[in-house]
């Protein structure tokens, strides 16, 4: 079963505007983390941002924020103020502490329009 | 910084020849995966391995092996390379405990002719 899910294959921002990229999860351990990553044309995946399960407070980076609704199991990324850098492969996944495992979305492409 | 390095940024091989891909990590992690990425597929798992000489299947293990002899380094072997592999590989390390990222190395980008 797919334990995570990104639903926007594609998506376009205006440079300068905000924009959310959707992530759901499934799992019923209590115990996980949400992790975001970047994956420009070059290839290589960055790590953008972290929300475990147990944290209070939405985990924010510089200009990422992870929107972490617990009951519906979504962890949105927001990216602000977006910048023509920002175009690329944006991956959500999930790491859970039993078996040491990660999963990871489809992905969504994101591209900023000058 | 961790560093992950991976042998070969391109790699062309034929069918049915063998393949090795390596990984090396510099920061002692216990734990390292390989994936493959295909377009509209994201990042499936093939093998993981949480100390040396230990391993674990991932999701598509079919048709690879894997082997890690020393913890800083993952290799992972086509037996009889497939045109159906050529595809992005990429390694990942992580540490042994407690939440953590995974770091990435750079991809191989492999083409089976």
């Known amino acids: 079963a797919q334990k995570i899910t990104q639903t926007q294959p594609g998506m376009f921002v205006q440079e300068k505007e905000a924009v959310t990229l959707d992530c759901t999860y499934d799992?019923?351990?209590?115990?996980?983390?949400l992790f975001w990553y970047k994956q420009p044309s070059s290839g290589e995946m960055i790590f953008l941002i972290y929300?475990?399960?147990?944290?209070?407070q939405n985990a924010t980076e510089g200009r990422y924020s992870l929107n972490f609704q617990k009951a519906r199991k979504s962890a949105n990324l927001v990216i602000s103020a977006s910048q023509l850098g920002d175009s690329a492969m944006y991956f959500c996944?999930?790491?859970?502490?039993?078996?040491?495992?990660?999963?990871f979305g489809t992905g969504t492409s994101l591209t900023v329009i000058p | 910084d961790v560093k992950v390095t991976q042998s070969s940024r391109y790699l062309v091989k034929r069918t049915g020849e063998k393949v090795f891909l390596e990984c090396v990590q510099d920061m002692d992690h216990e734990n390292m995966f390989w994936y493959r990425q295909d377009p509209g597929l994201g990042l499936r798992l093939i093998y993981f391995s949480y100390d040396v000489k230990m391993k674990e299947k991932g999701d598509i293990p079919e048709g690879y092996s894997v082997s890690r002899e020393k913890k800083e380094r993952f290799s992972l072997i086509l037996e009889s390379a497939s045109t159906n592999q050529t595809s992005m590989y990429l390694c990942a390390s992580m540490p042994g405990t407690g939440f953590d990222t995974q770091y990435f190395g750079p991809g191989t980008r492999l083409t089976v002719l």
């Open positions: 996944a999930m790491g859970l502490l039993t078996g040491n495992q990660f999963y």
């Open positions: 929300q475990g399960s147990y944290d209070q």
């Open positions: 799992t019923s351990d209590p115990s996980y983390g």
